[in-house]
């Protein structure tokens, strides 16, 4: 379900890819989807995304751009689903940033 659910983000403008397995899940961040051309790191994409997830409760771990999700196995569906909105509304968050500042 977990899983399922981080395929969702896949729609988002800078979300590139979504890969893992079950509860390990890497979403990688560009700044071209077609390209998959990444963000310079002064961009500091996932500890943007990252910020915006603490504002909400959610801790993930920004990697460059890559964001690292590994919940504990005990979470359940409601927990998934908090963790998944909240950085759908992050990622969504940092995409409009990024439009302004020219990024994207």
């Known amino acids: 379900y977990f899983y399922e659910q981080a395929q969702t983000l896949n729609e988002l403008p800078i979300v590139g890819d979504v890969r893992g397995s079950h509860f390990m899940v890497g979403i990688e961040l560009v700044a071209n989807k077609e390209s998959k051309e990444g963000f310079s790191a002064d961009a500091e994409s996932a500890m943007r995304i990252f910020k ?5 409760g959610v801790v993930i771990r920004p990697l460059g751009n890559l964001i690292v999700l590994s919940p504990p196995l005990t979470i359940n569906k ?27």
């Open 52 to 56: 915006r997830c603490m504002n909400r």
């Open 78 to 104: 409601q927990e998934c689903d908090k963790i998944i909105s909240s950085l759908h509304e992050s990622i969504e968050e940092v995409s409009a940033e990024f439009r302004v500042l020219g990024l994207i």
